[in-house]
């Protein structure tokens, strides 16, 4: 293995290789890119799922995840769990919070706990491609088959259907699923489950986790997504998310967190006799040290060094860790997830350094700084094409984004692709790419939300927000007209000379394409780089394409 500079890893040139023109591209016909229908196994499984209320889709409503009479209700949960032979009992659980960061950080430690040879089950939300990435479990993490998947759900279907009329119909999709994830992990002898929150945590279905069966709980970020959900401030956020701390099992805090939120979560810890790690510690020397390939595989070189006193007596020295998951972000949530570890030592796990170091280097998170291969991006028409697909749709995703194609693409010009859903912070999440620097266009698209469209946001309303977010930051704009250039090429319509960055519309393959264009007639031989990015949705969609 030896060293590369950044470009030398992550960049390939862009081949002029496009003949119509960006309007005829991106004002092409517009069509729906959805997720791969699932496997025809599931239908009973789906079907059933379907005549459930399920809020991905709907929206959260407003106070759902609060400790009040507008929250979720937990109970209906644990009556639903107590129906099926609480299976949540029969085995330890590592239960994650946070706005952002779970699902890389239980990505992370699932992966340390199997190259340890534990059988470990993992349920996560949402997904990419096919709900059976929810659930995964055994020695090496295999996705649910879509055969035991449905086997597993008919053979409790009458518990199931009886629950919900039990509760007048008020069952959730998120709430059933999640009880026949953990029914399945107790099925295949998990011994230990890693289990992410999907909404705050006080009032959140997978919060049917008591004491005596929480090994670990991890509180990664506060921040403001589901504000209107979550109370309405990040003070509640902290509140909601603190609800996860059980008496006297220990909480890893990820972070850095600003202190009025770090003083809640202690607070709550303290009261529930909780002993506190941090990623954060002032004895932690964790650094990014710079990239490196792997079997043509992108990485980050990083030293992971932590000295911990407080509550507990952690250290752990690894250095020259090679981690497949990119950005300053994802060491965060690497070294949360080895405090993670380290606690669990102190219970009995056996982890061992080489364990540690193992799963994390093996770790891989789907829709998440993932760079498709040229094979891929031939597929989608722009071989040659350097295209990179990421599930932010936060202002603080969007920030960890822009520092990490700031950090691994310095130099390149980017296009964006991006498509979001109607309850994001649109106009935040603009402001935190728009300085990403070096950026040629910005093409808003749409894609079906969790399989529907009631919470898209369309296109032209999201390259609003990105126009008033250019206003605001004093950037020059071209907004592309169809009449300006339908029958013109870039140069002829003045759009390679201009120094203003692009906005656009149109359907997603078009906008593809149509940001190849642009960057093959405005870098020349120098790389560039198309980033989809808004939502898990859009990278879902991309992937569908690919796999279809």
């Known amino acids: 293995m030896k060293n590369l500079s950044i470009l030398g890893v992550f960049t390939r040139s862009i081949k002029r290789s496009m ?39 709907s929206g959260v409503p407003k106070g ?44 992370f430690l699932s992966s340390i706990l199997r190259a340890e040879g534990y059988s470990v089950g993992c349920y996560t939300s949402p997904h990419v491609q096919t709900i059976r990435e929810r659930i995964t479990f055994g020695r090496w993490g295999e996705l649910v088959s879509a055969k035991k998947l449905n086997h597993h759900f008919n053979t409790r279907r009458e518990i199931l259907e009886r629950a919900v009329k039990l509760e007048n119909g008020c069952l959730s999709h998120f709430e059933v699923f999640t009880a026949i994830a953990f029914s399945l992990f107790a099925e295949e002898n998990t011994e230990i489950a890693v289990v992410e929150v999907g909404l705050g945590g006080a009032r959140d279905a ?50 850095p967190f600003i202190p009025s939120i ?32 792997v ?24 250095l020259g860790v090679k981690l497949r998951m990119l950005g300053a972000h ?51 028409g722009v071989p040659g094409a350097t295209i990179l697909l990421d599930g932010a749709h936060t202002k603080e995703s969007a920030r960890a984004l ?39 266009a910005v093409f808003s698209t749409e894609v079906d939300i969790a399989g529907a469209k009631s919470r898209l946001t369309s296109a032209s309303l999201l390259k609003c927000a990105w126009a008033n977010a250019s206003r605001e930051m004093n950037m020059k704009v071209l907004d592309l007209k169809v009449a300006d250039s339908e029958d013109q090429s870039l140069q002829a319509a003045g759009i390679v000379e201009s120094q203003s960055i692009l906005l656009a519309e149109g359907s997603l393959l078009a906008c593809i394409r149509a940001g190849f264009k642009i960057l093959s007639e405005r870098t020349a031989e120098q790389p560039g780089i198309i980033v989809v990015t808004g939502s898990l949705h859009i990278v879902s969609a991309v992937l569908g394409y690919l796999h279809s």
């Open 19 to 57: 003949a119509c023109s960006v309007a005829g591209l991106v004002h092409s016909t517009r069509h729906s890119f959805s997720t791969l229908r699932e496997d025809p196994e599931m239908d009973q499984l789906m079907e059933f799922l379907e005549n459930l209320k399920n809020f991905e889709k």
């Open 64 to 107: 759902a995840g609060t400790d009040s009479e507008d929250g979720f209700d937990l109970g209906r949960m644990r009556r639903l769990m107590g129906l099926l032979g609480n299976p949540q009992s029969m085995f330890k659980t590592v239960h994650i919070a946070g706005t952002k960061g779970k699902g890389s950080t239980a990505a």
């Open 206 to 255: 997978t919060n049917v986790i008591v004491g005596p069966d929480l090994a670990i709980s991890i509180i990664t970020t506060v921040g403001e997504e589901h504000l209107d959900a979550l109370g309405g401030s990040l003070e509640s956020i902290a509140v909601a998310k603190s609800g996860i701390i059980k008496n006297g099992r220990p909480l890893v805090l990820g972070g």
């Open 262 to 293: 770090e003083y809640i979560l202690r607070s709550k810890a303290s009261s529930m006799s909780s002993p506190v790690v941090s990623a954060c510690d002032p004895g932690n020397r964790s650094a990014l040290r710079g990239f490196c390939e």
């Open 295 to 318: 079997s043509g595989i992108p990485r980050q070189l990083c030293d992971i060094v932590l000295h911990i006193e407080k509550d507990f007596d952690l250290s752990i020295e690894l």
């Open 330 to 380: 994802q060491l965060q949530n690497a070294v949360t997830a080895t405090c993670a570890a380290l606690c669990l030592n102190k219970q009995g796990w056996s982890l061992s350094s080489g364990s540690i170091r193992a799963g994390l280097e093996g770790a891989i998170f789907q829709g998440r700084t993932q760079v498709l291969s040229s094979e891929e991006a031939s597929l989608l």
């Open 402 to 440: 822009t520092n990490t194609l700031q950090m691994t693409f310095p130099k390149a010009k980017m296009v964006l692709v991006v498509a979001m859903a109607n309850d994001k912070n649109h106009l935040g999440f603009a402001r935190e790419l728009l300085s990403v620097g070096n950026l040629a």
